[in-house]
């Protein structure tokens, strides 16, 4: 059985440095085993571009080109978001993202995060792309801004909200992805909202090289352990892994348009 990793940063330099083979080889490894396919998320310029290279490179691999709120230190926003606007033109990106907001550490201006998250929700209206969210800690300003461009969907990654918000979310067309942290034994909010998403709005993803599964919690991440975030779904909801594994990858195919 293969599963769709929606969210991954193989290129991260954290595989040069701790994996054998390096993000070439992590990728090839993933894609050899249980992983049908990995959407590989830019987070700024450079790594964006890196993701197109990668796209191009591995026939299963896609790219999402953004800018993460922890990176918006550009000397003019919008020639920042030209050039992201340039690298979508990529056949295989099938995504904004991911972009959002980061209230977690304090080191980043909200303000300025907002300016970049708001300037590239404009643009995915504009390209009708669907775009991916971070959303840590800033639940009511992610929901707000969202609610701005009705037009624009997408998915919130590392969904990380209560029931009451991913039911809200799915009302408004929204899909939710689960990460490694559905996994772990405390994670209650993640563990109750996994239980009301409905079956066609659901995405499995890893966030590598973060956010490792139990039992790899601390390692290095990697794509292949998407699958034990789908043994856990499958084990909450009640449902067989196999329909876990068949819906995740529907739903990842009808959100980034992917044949
Ligand atoms: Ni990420």
Request: proline residues 5%; glycine residues 6%.
């Amino acid at each position: 059985m293969k599963f769709f990793d929606t969210h991954a940063h193989c290129d991260d330099k954290r595989f040069e440095e701790e994996y054998e083979g390096g993000t070439l080889g992590v990728i090839n490894d993933c894609l050899s085993d249980n992983v049908s396919y990995i959407i590989n998320i830019g987070t700024n310029l450079e790594n964006s571009r890196v993701s197109t290279e990668l796209a191009d490179r591995f026939e299963n691999v896609y790219a999402a080109c953004g800018i993460h709120p922890s990176d918006v230190f550009y000397e003019d926003p919008d020639k920042a978001i030209a050039v992201i606007e340039e690298l979508l033109g990529h056949p295989k990106a099938v995504a904004l993202g991911e972009i959002g907001l980061d209230y977690h550490y304090e080191d980043v201006p909200r303000d300025l995060q907002m300016i970049y998250f708001e300037k590239q929700m404009a643009l995915a209206e504009k390209l009708d792309i669907p775009v991916i969210i971070h959303d840590r800690d800033a639940h009511g300003d992610c929901l707000e801004m969202i609610k701005k461009f009705p037009s624009v969907k997408g998915v919130f990654h590392s969904f990380s909200g209560s029931a009451e918000m991913a039911q809200e979310l799915v009302k408004l067309g929204w899909y939710i992805s689960f990460s490694g942290t559905v996994t772990f034994k405390n994670a209650k909010k993640p563990k109750e909202a996994s239980l009301v998403v409905p079956k066609d709005r659901l995405l499995i993803e890893t966030d590598a090289p973060y956010l490792a599964p139990t039992p790899h919690r601390g390692e290095l991440n990697r794509s292949s352990y998407v699958e034990l975030t789908a043994n856990e779904l499958a084990a909450l909801r009640c449902e067989p892994i196999e329909e876990i594994q068949k819906i995740t990858t529907e739903n990842a195919k009808r959100l980034f348009r992917i044949k």
